[in-house]
């Protein structure tokens, strides 16, 4: 598992979390248990899944926004939706730490939790703008 997430935390949510997207899973209230904040920038490569996206290592500037813990308790709720599991082998994504940008790229100091993707995306297409519609989103679980 990775480690703990604690009241404070910074997430980037660029899917499926991102407040108002079609998919959002609707029992975990991340409004109730945090703040969603200002668009960022991270590094990375932002592909479709069909349905969901998926970030993996890359140096597109890609899209997300924001979102501060107040409730730390929900952070194991987050880990189940995104699959993410204690052995690393079987997470269909990590949580993992990573740097926020600004819009011209350049880093902001704040780093930030992230789902990081942890399969093979061949044969997924790429988004080419880095930058996932809150409407094409699509129910996971």
């Known amino acids: 598992m990775p480690g703990a997430a604690a ?8 899917g499926l ?14 409004a109730g248990a945090g703040d969603f ?14 349905g969901f ?7 597109m500037l890609c899209h997300g926004v924001r979102w501060r813990v107040r409730d ?11 699959d993410v599991t204690e052995d690393p082998a079987t997470s269909l994504y990590l949580r993992v730490r ?8 350049a880093a902001t ?14 044969g997924h297409n790429p988004i080419a703008d880095g930058n996932w519609p809150l409407d094409a989103g699509k129910t996971r679980k």
């Open 53 to 59: 996206p998926g970030v993996v290592a890359g140096d």
């Open 37 to 50: 904040g200002a668009p960022c920038r991270f590094r990375g490569r932002m592909v479709d899944l069909g």
């Open 17 to 30: 979390l991102k407040q108002g997207a079609a998919g959002a899973p609707a029992a975990l209230d991340l």
């Open 109 to 122: 100091g704040e780093t930030a939790w992230i789902y990081w993707y942890n399969r093979s995306v061949d």
């Open 98 to 105: 990573v740097p926020l940008l600004d819009d011209a790229g």
């Open 7 to 14: 009241s404070g935390d910074l997430f980037v949510f660029y």
């Open 72 to 82: 730390a308790g929900i952070v194991p709720a987050m880990d189940a939706f995104e």
